[in-house]
């Protein structure tokens, strides 16, 4: 049987809230997926050893185009 997911309180700043809810939308998520997605990505990093040239950058959104 899978485990149940934990369920806590977040407590935070509206604006923050606000941004959360915006970035969550450009990605197709929900803020809960959004935050969960954002803290799975910390811990994976944090796992990674320092210096380790192989592991593969983070992804960065592609720069807007030039309206020049």
């Not at 799975?40 to 185009?65: F, H, I, K, Y």
């Amino acid at each position: 049987m899978a485990e149940e997911r934990k369920a806590f309180l977040l407590r935070t700043d509206p604006l923050l809230w606000r941004e959360l809810e915006k970035w969550a939308a450009d990605e197709l998520r929900s803020v809960n997926g959004q935050i969960e997605f954002i803290l799975r990505d910390a811990v994976r990093r944090r796992r990674r050893p320092e210096g380790d040239s192989a592991a593969p950058a983070p992804e960065s959104p592609p720069a807007p185009p030039d309206v020049g």
